[in-house]
């Protein structure tokens, strides 16, 4: 008879630890979501015009690969550009030289 006291008891205060986490939670409830809000959030979400979707994300980093594509060849271009005005550069430098001789030789 003692045992069954002592279980009664200790299921007692079980059971009023639970009432006051269940009060707890049912205090909770009305600022928690519920399925159909999460619903409109969603459909609310989808209508948005500046959500990007994966369909946008990969055209984006397709265009910046074409970007990066464009920038490798301006690069080529400079680099090419740059060694062609260097050519002329000391082309003409030898050129005029060439010329300065020629004339100090003819006058002096």
């Known amino acids: 008879m003692d045992d069954v006291l002592r279980r009664l008891g200790l299921l007692?205060?079980?059971?009023?630890?639970?009432?006051i986490e269940v009060a707890a939670i049912s205090a909770?409830?009305?600022?928690?979501?519920?399925?159909e809000d999460i619903a409109l959030l969603k459909a609310d979400l989808a209508q948005l015009p500046y959500m990007a979707t994966k369909a946008d994300v990969a055209l984006l980093k397709a265009d910046?690969?074409?970007v990066k594509a464009d920038i490798n060849l301006v690069k080529a271009d400079v680099?090419?550009?740059?060694?062609?005005?260097?050519?002329?550069?000391?082309?003409?430098?030898?050129?005029?030289?060439a010329l300065a001789f020629s004339i100090?030789?003819?006058v002096h």
């Open 12 to 19: 007692e205060s079980d059971v009023s630890v639970i009432k």
């Open 28 to 35: 909770q409830l009305p600022n928690m979501a519920t399925k």
């Open 64 to 66: 910046i690969n074409l």
């Open 79 to 97: 680099s090419d550009a740059k060694t062609s005005i260097i050519q002329w550069t000391v082309g003409t430098i030898i050129a005029v030289a």
């Open 104 to 106: 100090a030789k003819f």
